[in-house]
Nanobody, 126 residues
Framework: QVQLGESGGGLVQAGGSLRLSCLASGRTFSFYATGWFRQAPGKEREFVAAIDRSGSSTSYRDSVKGRFTISRDNAKNTVYLQMNSLKPEDTALYFC???????????????????WGQGTQVTVSS
């Protein structure tokens, strides 16, 4: 079992940057595929980015490609989401998710993930 804790959210002007971090408990973080999802008020949770166990494969939703970068440091049990050129439509509660897996593929569906953090708020002002 793993527990996830997100940090790094905040208020930023359009065009600015933020880096989200997700710290995982436990000693086998390298066995978990991880991802970032977000949920805006009144909307469903949506996929943002995912990374495989080793960090060699990544996936992104189209609207963040070229602006967001997901990465991980298994030695630090941490996954990151670097967000550049932020837009007001990026405003949401951002969640980190993890799933124990033997696969080296990324997971892009919320239903693929077993463990979730509490979320960190990102607000982008225009």
């Amino acid at each position: 079992q793993v527990q996830l804790g997100e940090s790094g959210g905040g208020l930023v002007q359009a065009g600015g940057s933020l880096r989200l971090s997700c710290l995982a408990s436990g000693r086998t973080f390298s066995f978990y595929a991880t991802g970032w999802f977000r949920q805006a008020p009144g909307k469903e949770r949506e996929f943002v980015a995912a990374i495989d166990r080793s960090g060699s494969s990544t996936s992104y939703r189209d609207s963040v490609k070229g602006r967001f970068t997901i990465s991980r440091d298994n030695a630090k049990n941490t996954v990151y989401l670097q967000m550049n050129s932020l837009k007001p439509e990026d405003t949401a509660l951002y969640f980190c998710a993890a799933d124990l897996t033997t696969s080296m593929r990324t997971k892009v569906l919320a239903s693929d993930y077993t463990y979730w953090g509490q979320g960190t708020q990102v607000t982008v002002s225009s």
